[in-house]
C-alpha cells in the first residue's frame, strides 16, 4: 500500500505547475460592459500586433477593477496591453490620428505621449508570484 502512495505522490509531483502566478489588477474601468483584451508579449518583434502576443485573454467586465491571474507562464521578460472592447465590437477603435477612443493599458502603466508604446517601455521580468495593477486610460 505504501509503494502505491509514493507512486501517486511522484506521479502528481511531476505534473504540477512550478511557473509563478501572475496576478493583474486591471483598476479605472468606467463601463461596466464589454470586455478587457489582454495581450501578453515576449519580445519587441511584433509587440501589440494583433495574433502575435504569446498569450491573449478575454474578460467579461463585470465589476470596476477586475483580475486576471496566470499561471503557466515560465520566468522572462514580458510586456502586456490590454484594451476594453466597451462595444464588443473584437477590435480596439480608433479615432482618426490613431489615438484609442476605447481605455487602455500597459504594464507600467506606461501612458504613450506621441506614439504607441515600445516594449522597453513596458518590459517587466518575471520569475516569482508577482501583482501588476494596471490603470486603465480613459
Do not use: W
Request: hydrophobic content about 35%; some cysteine.
Amino acid at each position: 500500500m505504501n509503494t502505491l502512495i509514493v507512486y501517486f505522490s511522484l506521479i502528481l509531483g511531476l505534473v504540477t505547475n512550478n511557473n509563478p502566478k501572475l496576478t493583474i489588477n486591471i483598476q479605472n474601468i468606467e463601463k461596466i460592459q464589454g470586455n478587457i483584451i489582454v495581450g501578453i508579449y515576449n519580445a519587441e518583434e511584433g509587440f501589440l500586433k494583433k495574433d502575435v502576443e504569446i498569450k491573449h485573454y478575454s474578460i467579461k467586465v463585470e465589476n470596476s477593477t477586475e483580475r486576471l491571474i496566470i499561471d503557466d507562464l515560465p520566468s522572462g521578460d514580458y510586456a502586456i496591453s490590454m484594451y476594453h472592447d466597451e462595444n464588443s465590437d473584437g477590435i480596439c477603435n480608433l479615432n482618426f490620428i490613431g489615438i484609442p477612443k476605447e481605455p487602455y493599458g500597459f504594464s507600467n502603466n506606461f501612458k504613450p505621449k506621441f506614439s504607441a508604446p515600445k516594449f522597453e517601455d513596458c518590459k517587466f521580468y518575471f520569475d516569482k508570484d508577482h501583482v501588476l495593477n494596471i490603470k486603465l486610460v480613459n
